[in-house]
């Protein structure tokens, strides 16, 4: 076996020195990427996960870094000879050098709709043909994620029609049903229907499968890769959603994973972090707004426990951007919901000293309150996109800013919705029962409105969740008898338990402080 060898340490070639003085050569394959196709070729063909993941996530980076800092890595075709013309190891090898370009270059036009024509031929290889491999799971969430990054990046360039060139506009037009918003949302769902992964995992409630806890491997010598391509693409199809900014089919699309439970999507860091932001923000413009804290919390706090474990990985970058970003939505949702017993002490000590003042300052609903809101928005949503093609015809102009624009105008029109609650949650706060006529007269206004105001929190703090139940978001409610007004407040759940491990991680934390001190 070649378990010992590192690809991605062997020694630098004078050919390698002298490949990086001449410039790229797409034809030109170093030794030690021959090296890494052989043996990748060979794992994949053995099964042998645990190699081809050590591969796929250490050796590819390291290549990258050392050979192909900014050069695209060998052609296919300089490449293919030496895994026997394999087909479906091309497109596997094409799916990661389109991957590498968009991430160390600018890639063309012409590379973008290659990239999609490579994307459609390894799809359609994988639905209607018999793959008998084994790929490590953060392969496969990452071409599901990359897929739709291509997507949505492809959308924006085409967007900014104003300088765009005559050949450029040409190739647009030849190649119309490159990234079309149908081709990507039709191959997401073939993946889910055509893997039976919705099928799998209610059996997996009923005891009849077992794919979260194989972490959807097969250990009988089948594929696992249609099944979890299927499954991470529920969580591709909520992304596609929210991009569009349809929260509500989004939302539906994730729910056979239960993202109450440890799942497969919790296996790959990326995974669980793209399904938690994009759940959250959906529900958040959905008014769900305590699930989008619940879940923002969880995230955080695991974030915040684990962090140190990614610092080496890939992603890391990415971990602490969508983890900044959370933070802001997780401010936005406590400053409409001000419902801070649900967040653990940990990520609120956090909030605090990242958005303290600005929450403070959102409560006041004026001019420099929207502003903030603004700004938190537009920081931490997700690049909104317009996936129709434009219009040669009419003069071209920029349109990648339009989608982005509406959405995050239908959220300041939400929030300026919530003005006037505020000053009701004030009151509701102070009193257990309090007349109609009296509240009107501290509100200084008259009863016939504070009617209205009334309905208006009411319809505002509910919110209709994936069952078609109503659900509350208050933490303070009413209900009016008689022209009085009844205050119920919720009450909060003590968990002592969370009280208790906190001292035992501080204690611990002292007496392995005092170890270190030597007494003289």
């Given amino acids: 076996m070649a378990a010992n060898y590192d690809y991605d340490e062997a020694p630098a070639t004078y050919d390698d020195a002298n490949r990086q003085e001449l410039g790229y050569d797409p034809n030109f394959v170093p030794d030690s990427v021959k090296s890494f196709v052989v043996h990748l070729y060979r794992h994949i063909r053995e099964k042998n996960v645990y190699e081809i993941h050590q591969m796929y996530e250490i050796s590819f980076q390291k290549l990258s870094d050392r050979l192909f800092k900014d050069t695209p890595w060998p052609s296919v075709d300089a490449v293919a000879h030496y895994v026997d013309n394999d087909q479906v190891f091309c497109l596997l090898y094409r799916e990661m050098w389109f991957r ?36 490590p799971n953060q392969w496969l969430w990452d071409m599901v994620d990359e897929f739709v990054y291509q997507f949505q990046s492809f959308c924006q360039y085409r967007a900014k029609m104003k300088n765009k060139t005559e050949q450029e506009i040409a190739l647009l037009r030849q190649f119309d049903q490159a990234w079309n918003v149908y ?156 419902q801070t017993k649900l967040v653990e002490e940990t990520v609120n000590s956090q909030l605090r000293e990242k958005y303290g003042e600005k929450m403070a300052r959102m409560q006041r609903y004026d001019d420099e309150a929207f502003a903030i809101y603004d700004e938190l928005f537009s920081y931490a949503c997700p690049k909104f996109i317009t996936p129709s093609a434009p219009s040669f015809e009419e003069p071209l102009v920029n349109y990648n800013q339009d989608a982005y624009r509406l959405q995050l105008k239908l959220f300041l029109y939400e929030v300026k919705q919530q003005q006037l609650l505020s000053g009701v949650r004030t009151f509701l706060k102070v009193y257990s029962t309090i007349s109609l006529g009296k509240l009107a007269n501290y509100m200084e206004v008259d009863e016939p409105t504070l009617r209205t105001i009334l309905f208006s929190y009411k319809h505002k703090t509910h919110a209709v969740d994936s069952d078609g139940n109503i659900i509350s978001n208050a933490d303070v409610d009413f209900y009016i008898d008689d022209d009085m007004i009844h205050v119920v407040e919720s009450k909060p759940v003590k968990r002592f338990g969370d009280y208790f491990l906190r001292q035992i991680v501080k204690l611990e934390g002292v007496i392995n402080d005092m170890d270190r001190i030597r007494l003289e």
């Fill in 183 to 338: 081709g990507v949302l039709n191959y997401l769902q073939a993946f889910v229907e055509k893997s039976n992964i919705i099928q799998i995992l209610e059996q997996e409630k009923e005891g009849i499968e077992q794919f979260t806890a194989t972490d959807g491997y097969d250990y009988s010598g089948g594929s696992n890769v249609l099944k979890v391509l299927g499954y991470f693409s529920m969580v591709g199809l909520l992304r596609v959603h929210c991009l569009l900014g349809d929260y509500q089919t989004g939302l539906k699309c994730l729910l056979p994973i239960d993202i109450n439970q440890q799942g497969v999507y919790t296996s790959v860091i990326g995974s669980h972090i793209t399904t938690i932001y994009h759940y959250g923000f959906a529900s958040l413009m959905m008014r769900r707004y305590v699930k989008a804290i619940r879940e923002f919390n969880k995230m955080l706090l695991y974030i915040y426990k684990t962090k140190q474990y990614h610092q080496k990985s890939p992603q890391y970058e990415q971990i602490l951007k969508k983890n900044e970003q959370m933070y802001a939505l997780l401010a936005i949702c406590l400053s409409l919901c001000p």
């Fill in 100 to 135: 590498h370009l968009y991430a160390r270059l600018s890639p063309t036009l012409k590379q973008r709709i290659d990239s999609w024509d490579n994307y459609c031929s390894l799809f359609q290889v994988v639905l209607h043909r018999v793959v008998n491999m084994q790929l």
